[in-house]
Nanobody, 122 residues
């Protein structure tokens, strides 16, 4: 079993920055890819960014140039640096772990954190 715990969410004004962290624990799974998703009320879960041992990083167009994903060498911890935040970035942010080399859909991730709330005020 893999446990993921997000942290770093909070309330920030538009134009501000936040850095989210996700710590993975458990010996049952060695991550191949880790990702960040978000989900706003009434919306489906949205892919934001992923980092793969094989292919590196990828970003959704909506956050490209503003968000940066990174991890430690063992991929035990993944980060999401969020800059130039907008009110439409308000959502619950989730980290996820999957076995594929590259994936941007919810269905291809096996483990999820409980989420951390990010609220951007205008």
């Amino acid at each position: 079993q893999v446990q993921l715990v997000e942290s770093g969410g909070g309330l920030v004004q538009a134009g501000g920055s936040l850095r989210l962290s996700c710590a993975a624990s458990g010996r049952a799974f060695s991550a191949v890819i880790m990702a960040w998703f978000r989900q706003a009320p009434g919306k489906e879960r949205e892919f934001l960014a992923c980092i793969s041992r094989v292919y590196g990083t990828d970003y959704a167009d909506s956050v490209k140039g503003r968000f940066t994903i990174s991890s430690d060498n063992a991929m035990n911890t993944v980060y999401l640096q969020m800059n130039s935040l907008k009110p439409e970035d308000t959502a619950v942010y989730y980290c996820a772990v999957g076995p594929r080399n590259w994936a941007t859909s919810v269905a291809h991730y096996d483990y999820w954190g409980q989420g951390t709330q990010v609220t951007v005020s205008s």
